[in-house]
């Protein structure tokens, strides 16, 4: 039985008086991606922010065993990365900078940057295939070259979890190729992986499990093949799944 | 160019410019009648200058940080005039109700730099409760100027009340309209903890505020504690821009103008721009006070006279190339 990382139990938000996710429950383990999928509003980028301590809620958030709320911020960020979908980063700070900032829950405010996070920051680089971006300038990257630092950033931080918010949108094909192979060999590694998706094929194809919410409350929780069905997408969208084969890529280099 | 040759050059020029600050001047050091009366004076002022510009300018890269914005600076978003508004008041509060009450033990001296820390306190968190969450530049700058605008005219409130009292009537008038002619040893010796403590305290805290530059949400993903960086940075903000209004009065810009030149050389990390920027603060604001002293004119031309005539047009350029998104530094 696989080790669960990541347990969300109830958890409920409210913003600006609304109730915006209703007693939702998560469970995200070692070695498995996880889809959080619904229409718009249903409140997954909530649920995925709230399980990353990032909004106030109620209800319980385990982090490898431990109550989430009690564990002191630099100590979760050590265990559970989130990657934002558009990052605020305006500043004219290199990738390699970026990048780095993943080791400020090892070494906090003070200290240099030891040959550990160094190491640390080139294997995530490496990971994700950013070395050449280096020395450029953050704001000046395209929009997937930013996702991928950003990916970099969350994997120097070295946690076990992570939490990426619709990681495909707006990219195209060789990149969204890209991104599912690296999610995948870092399931292999043993990461337990929260994705927000938009497009179910995607979630098809590159997630284990998945966790379908509508207006705030699940629907249907279990594997992926379980949860993208007729009854649900029907319930759900309003509309009725076809299931053909869909046009298949893959990258040149056969990943 | 690397960090310590940038803090070596700014070394150097701080102390060319200090040397020359001390015996050029109206008065010959060459008279051996007044030459230790001369620069003593003049050694307080350079004192003066230095805390001023090195407190106004870590201010303004710190103020920055918090906000995200390079266009932040404690003259721009009101804090100097709320630093201004709280000096007045701690003035008026001595002389009128204060005075021969309090043990001789407290000195009346104490009473500026506490009044105008209290000040630019109160004038950062009114800007950081109503422009934090939107993160809007426009906003920022506005509220930045009503803060400015309501904090001079409740001083010049005060000033009309002080009249009453002709000889705290003047000094209210002289402590506004700045400069560092009269500064003594009194006002350096209290001014300068509070700025050596903000611009300590601004270096150790620049590694959340590097961090903080892809917004609170992001930081506090990585571990930040976003409202301790928040709250302490209002803290030294405010005790710097307090230690400088104490001495020089509203001197405008100066956060505006020393971290931006530093920060084309520099880049964006804090901890490196943070004492380059303690250097080149110090610098700026002596070599102003220098021109302030010899520019030929029939009084000494305010300090925030020149800091302004630099300053204004650097701002306006600055706004336009960050409207233009040519400079998201």
Known sequence: MPEVLLKAADVSVVRGGRTVLTRVSLEVAAGSITAILGPNGAGKSTLLRAAA?????????????????????????????????RSQLSARMTSAAVVAQGRYPHRGGLGRLTASDHA???????????????????????????????????????ARVLLLDEPTASLDIPHVLSLRGTLRSLADDGHAIAVVLHDLEDARRCTDHALLLDRGEAIANGTTDEVITAEHVARVYG????????????????? | MTAARVYVLLLVLLLATAAAALLFGH???????????VLSLRGYRLCAAMLTGASLAVAGVVVQGLFRNPLASPSILGTTAGAA????????????????????????QMFLPVGCLLGALLALSILLAIARTHGDLVLLLLTGFILSSLFLGLGNFLMSMAQEKWELG?????????????????????????????????????????????????????????????????????????AAVSLGGNVGFVGLIVPHALRAILGVEHRRLIP??????????????????????????????????????????????????????
């Open chain 2, 170 to 242: 003047r000094a209210m008038v002289a402590f506004v309209l700045g400069g560092l002619s009269g500064t003594g040893a009194d006002q350096v010796w209290m001014a300068l903890p509070l700025a050596t403590f903000g611009i300590v305290a601004g270096f150790f805290w620049g590694r959340p505020l590097d961090v903080l530059a892809s917004g609170e949400e992001e930081a506090a993903s990585l571990g930040v504690d976003v409202p301790a960086v928040r709250r302490w940075s209002i803290v030294w903000t405010a005790t710097l821009t307090g």
């Open chain 2, 85 to 108: 508004f709280g000096g007045q008041a701690a003035m008026m509060l001595y002389q009128l109700v204060l005075v021969g009450v309090l043990p001789t033990t407290v000195l009346p």
């Open chain 2, 27 to 37: 008065a010959d050091v060459a008279d051996e009648s007044v030459r230790d009366a």
């Open chain 2, 276 to 329: 380059a920027a303690a250097l080149g603060g110090a610098w700026f604001v002596l070599l102003c006070d220098v021109a302030a002293r010899t520019i030929p004119a029939r009084t000494e031309v305010p300090l925030g006279v020149i800091t302004g005539l630099v300053g204004a047009p650097l701002f306006l350029t600055v706004l336009l190339r960050t409207w233009r998104g040519g400079d998201g530094a």
């Open chain 1, 53 to 85: 301590g990032l909004l106030p809620y109620s209800g319980r958030v385990e982090l490898l065993g431990h109550d989430s709320e009690t564990l002191e911020a630099r100590e979760r960020a050590r265990q559970l990365a989130f990657v934002p979908q």
């Open chain 1, 120 to 158: 640390a920051v080139e294997r995530a680089m490496e990971r994700v295939q950013v070395q050449e971006l280096a020395e450029r300038l953050f704001p000046e990257l395209s929009y997937g070259e930013q996702r991928r630092v950003l990916l970099a950033r969350a994997l120097a931080t070295e």
């Open chain 1, 239 to 255: 509309v009725t799944l076809i299931e053909n084969d869909a046009l298949g890529f893959r990258l040149e280099d056969g990943r």
